[in-house]
């Protein structure tokens, strides 16, 4: 058999929100390369025998993704079943595309395998739909984080394009981009909430105005969703009506 790595998304969280196709590969893999934000309600559906390696980037330290890509490459040409679980979609800011291109050089077939990415599974898990008629006709899925030298994210330019924002990546930076935000032209009115580990058991939501979102305490990993749908909660409507 060749060569090959699937690169699998894990969703937001909830293993029951996992493709059957990822679960059927986690279910026979020899190797699970997985990163931080990766439950482990999902690494738990890998067979008790996989060999489960954290690759996890987190604050002030991670693995170089120099060092991931090699280690992708090693494991696949010594013949074993290489499952890369990436949190949510693996080609949604989860450099996926840059493993897949590595591994491509290097003779090594790739199977992409989606998965939900947390730009629309966290704000659904609150309730909070990222279009609405009437309110938004568009989303922007945006890092809130950047790597020295790289084009910084234009936020005025994002202040006047409408619709809803959606921050993955962004709970240090919250204060910096509420500010630049404001400045680019968007109300400081503007309703946010920031979703913390959606989907799962540990998941809570914080609400508030533009103008407070630096002063609000908002615990990480969050996605921070930012527009008049964030105002919403249809499971709190759908509570009301039954009720």
Known sequence: MSARVFLVGAGPGDPELLTVRAARLLASADVVVHDA???DAVLALAPPTAELIDVGKRPGRGVPQDLINVLLVQLAQAGRTVV????????VFGRGGEEAQTLAEAGIAVEVVPGISSAVGAPAAAGIP???????ASFTVVTGHRQHGETPVNWAALAQTGGTIVVLM??????????A?????LSADTPVAAVHRATTGEQSVVRCPLRELATTPIESPAVIVIGAVASLDVHSIAAAIEA
């Open 37 to 39: 934000l990766v439950s």
């Open 84 to 91: 890369r679980l990436k949190g949510g979609d693996p080609f």
């Open 130 to 136: 990222v279009t609405y008629r009437g309110m938004s």
């Open 170 to 179: 962004g709970v240090a930076e919250r204060g910096i981009i509420a500010a």
């Open 181 to 185: 935000l404001v400045e680019g032209g």
